[in-house]
């Protein structure tokens, strides 16, 4: 089992910038591939970003060149750096890891973290 803790949500105005971090613990691997998904109320998990074990990265549209997502696998740890955010960034931010590779679906991650709370004002 591998257990995932997500951190570093909050309430930022629209420009701001927030760091998440997801803490990986357990059956854990540096060749996880390791995915951020968010979900905003009423709507369906979205995905938004992943790792891959080699470092690998890809992004959704929406988000391409605002957010960084990044490992330390020395620390079990995914970041994911969020830069100009907008309101309709607006979700519950999840860490997700799957030991096989790298796919945007969310239906083949493995594991999830409870979420942390992102909450952009205009």
């Known amino acids: 089992q591998v257990q995932l803790v997500e951190s570093g949500g909050g309430l930022v105005q629209a420009g701001d910038s927030l760091r998440l971090s997801c803490a990986a613990s357990?059956?854990?691997?540096?060749?996880?591939?390791m995915g951020w998904f968010r979900q905003a109320p009423g709507k369906e998990r979205e995905y938004v970003a992943y790792?891959?074990?080699?470092?690998?990265?890809h992004y959704a549209d929406s988000v391409k060149g605002r957010f960084t997502i990044s490992r330390d696998n020395a620390k079990n740890t995914v970041y994911l750096q969020m830069n100009r955010l907008k309101p309709e960034d607006t979700a519950v931010y999840y860490c997700?890891?799957?030991?096989?590779?790298?796919?945007?679906?969310?239906?083949?991650?493995?594991?999830w973290g409870q979420g942390t709370q992102v909450t952009v004002s205009s």
């Open positions: 790792i891959s074990g080699g470092g690998v990265t």
């Open positions: 357990g059956r854990t691997s540096s060749s996880y591939s």
């Open positions: 997700a890891a799957r030991a096989a590779a790298w796919t945007t679906s969310a239906a083949l991650y493995n594991y």
